[in-house]
């Protein structure tokens, strides 16, 4: 049974992320790069880029490690994702759910900071 993550604080790791990479390389890089803890209730979030469809998700619960891979259907544009290097953001868990079924929240954040409302 999966567990509910939703007590989880939610980072996206900006820049790209070899998509290659599994628990030990990501670990690797949440714990030596970023240093975040890896075992508090969180959940690191890694894309390959601006443009790319393939989301990875790393959590630590009790029992040992999740590594969960979400990748857009084909007729998505992709992700446009932040860049900024060795950076983590935090999301709510609910801006995580709009991202894992194809809203491309960050590109929605720079319209809305384009094109104020008055």
């Known amino acids: 049974m999966l567990p509910t993550f939703e007590n989880y604080q939610c980072f996206v790791i900006c820049g790209k992320t070899d998509m290659r990479c599994g628990i030990n390389s990501l670990s ?3 714990q030596d790069e970023l240093k975040k803890d890896l075992f ?3 959940l690191f979030i890694f894309c390959g880029g601006s443009g790319f469809r ?9 029992t040992g490690f999740y590594l969960l891979t979400k ?3 084909a007729s998505g544009k992709g992700f446009k994702w932040p860049k900024d290097e060795n950076e983590a ?3 709510s868990y609910n801006e995580l759910g709009n ?3 194809g809203m491309d929240i960050f590109r929605r954040l720079d319209e809305l900071k384009n094109n104020p409302i008055l």
């Open 28 to 30: 690797h890089r949440v």
């Open 71 to 73: 990748q857009l259907n």
């Open 99 to 101: 991202i894992l079924e």
């Open 89 to 91: 953001r935090i999301i």
């Open 40 to 42: 508090s209730q969180s």
């Open 54 to 62: 393939t989301l990875k998700i790393l959590a630590w619960e009790p």
